[in-house]
């Protein structure tokens, strides 16, 4: 937004970084008990952006309209138009405490908020043509607020709210998030310009990061005690999410990955026609045949480098459902408990980082991160053989093999 700055320079972007501030209101405050409207505060050259209320763990971002009522501990997101030095004063006149910017000078860019900022264009076609930006009344159709206004080149820096409208013109918005896209959407009037390419990736829930938290731990010491299946533990935490609004049927649904969830079902099937016709002991005995004779410790060595050099070519998933029925009819063959060599396969499944097709998790970050095949045998296969030898050493320990 630097070019929305007076002048455009290092020292305007300074100037302008002043704007917003996060103000909190004190237990004297003139303002607490007031409505917005009664307040005046667009008269006195400060435009409020949003409310942030706590609400029992988190917080609320209120939508400010000419009803909200401002109260005492409320803290106020605001655009000053008027020097620094009346800001101050402003603040101090009426009992309101600056607190930080949470992301600092992104705090209107970053998708983890709630609020964003966005230009747009008057076209010739607007209904918005010769009014100003007053009687434009943007925060009552839209939500969103008005904190510039651009014509050609030039910033208009003096009472730009009182500026009739002409084509061409650009304002600079600040709202919500789902304002911003519905305008996007909606507007005939506006057309939007340089929208943030991760308006997408915008938190949709991000004041219910503290029900996660509980909900994960809850879930997490429900699965560790034992009390219910694991199973119903994770379908109890989906529930919760549910109802406390953590998430919601749409974007529960856009999560699922359809491809590892066909892979794996299509995988359990192939798994049981290799023990139905005999695949798995075909394959277990051909283990026991190479290493039957050997200390037990190297069996589960070979038992890892056959499932984690599986891995390389199917999913991890995939592999575990493969390889522990053939761990246990080793185990069966060699008069062993089936817990250590089981472990052992788990943990050399999960030791999907050698290639980027062993996992969608490697697959995921090949993309973002820029990297090649390489890159993954490089990195991966030096930690494969530290996770093999810390495995062979201390499953049996842990998992005694008698």
């Not at 309101?96 to 970053?110: E, F, H, I, K």
């Not at 747009?120 to 043509?129: D, G, K, M, R």
């Not at 939007?192 to 879930?219: C, F």
Request: proline letters at 5%.
């Amino acid at each position: 937004a630097r070019r929305w700055l007076p002048g455009g320079t290092e020292a305007g972007g300074a100037r302008s970084r002043g704007r917003a501030h996060r103000v909190e209101v004190g237990r004297h405050s003139p303002l607490a008990g007031l409505r917005l409207d009664e307040a005046a505060l667009r008269q006195k050259g400060i435009n409020l952006l949003a409310i942030e209320r706590r609400n029992g763990m988190g917080r609320n971002v209120l939508r400010p309209t000419g009803r909200s009522e401002i109260r005492a501990g409320d803290v106020l997101l605001v655009d000053a138009r008027i020097p620094v030095e009346e800001t101050e004063a402003l603040l101090q006149r009426h009992d309101l405490t600056q607190v930080p910017l949470r992301t600092g000078a992104g705090y209107l860019t970053d998708g983890s908020q709630e609020l964003g900022m966005v230009e747009v264009i008057v076209p010739a076609e607007s209904t918005l043509l010769g009014q100003t930006v007053l009687q434009a009344q943007l925060r009552r159709e839209y939500g969103l607020t008005v904190i510039g206004l651009r014509r050609g080149r030039e910033v208009v820096r003096d009472d730009f709210l009182n500026e009739k409208l002409g084509v061409g013109d650009m304002l600079l918005l600040v709202g919500f998030w789902t304002d911003i896209k519905r305008l996007q959407s909606t507007s005939d009037d506006l057309v939007v310009l340089n929208l943030p390419a991760d308006i997408d990736n915008v938190l949709p829930g991000g004041t219910k990061a503290p029900h996660v938290l509980v909900i994960l731990a809850l879930v997490v010491a429900l699965m560790v005690s034992g009390v219910i299946p694991n199973v119903q533990a994770a379908l109890i935490g989906c529930l919760l999410m549910g109802l406390t609004g953590c998430i919601d049927f749409a974007s529960s649904y856009r999560s699922i990955d359809m491809k590892t969830l066909i892979l794996i079902v299509d995988m359990l099937p192939f798994s049981i026609a290799l023990q139905r016709t005999g695949g798995v002991d075909l394959a277990a005995y051909g283990l026991t045949s190479l290493v039957g004779r050997a200390s037990p410790r190297l069996v589960l060595a070979v038992l890892f480098v056959v499932t984690s050099g599986l891995g390389l070519f199917i999913s991890n998933t995939a592999t575990a459902v493969l390889m522990a029925p053939v761990a246990i009819t080793v185990t069966n063959d060699l008069g062993m408990s089936p817990y250590p060599f089981a472990m052992t396969v788990a943990v050399a499944a999960s030791t999907a980082f050698m290639t980027p097709i062993s996992s969608p998790v490697d697959t995921l970050v090949v993309g973002p991160g820029n990297y090649g095949f390489g890159d993954f045998v490089r990195i991966g296969v030096p930690f494969s053989l530290v996770v093999l030898l810390v495995s062979v050493l201390l499953i049996p320990v842990f998992l005694p093999l008698h």
